[in-house]
């Protein structure tokens, strides 16, 4: 079992920067992809970044491919997703995740995303 507590979240004006954190409990979590997905009001949950079991790939949504970095810290059990450059289209409440299997090689499907955290608002005025 994997537990998931986000924090970080908050409200800031655009063009300035938040950092996300993700605390995982559970002895397999530097095992496995962990992800951010984000979703904003009357949307669906959208895929934002992951980073795998090493922290040696990122992987990236189109949308904020250049701006957000996702990186991990295997020995403190967390993962962050440092955003920058934001726009008033980042608000949204942002999700940590982690994949149901290890050492996985590629990102999971969505269905394969298996913990989930309770989600951090981020606002983003204009």
């Known amino acids: 079992q994997v537990q998931l507590v986000e924090s970080g979240g908050g409200l800031v004006q655009a063009g300035g920067s938040l950092r996300l954190s993700c605390a995982a409990s559970g002895r397999t979590f530097s095992s496995r992809i962990m992800g951010w997905f984000r979703q904003a009001p009357g949307k669906e949950r959208e895929f934002v970044a992951a980073?795998?079991?090493?922290?040696?790939?990122?992987y990236y949504a189109d949308s904020v491919k250049g701006r957000f970095t996702v990186s991990r810290d295997n020995a403190k059990n967390t993962v962050s997703l440092q955003m920058n450059s934001l726009t008033p289209e980042d608000t949204a409440v942002y999700y940590c995740a982690a994949d149901q299997v290890a050492y996985r090689y590629g990102l999971p499907a969505l269905y394969e995303w298996s913990y989930w955290g309770q989600g951090t608002q981020v606002t983003v005025s204009s």
């Open positions: 980073i795998n079991w090493s922290g040696g790939s990122g």
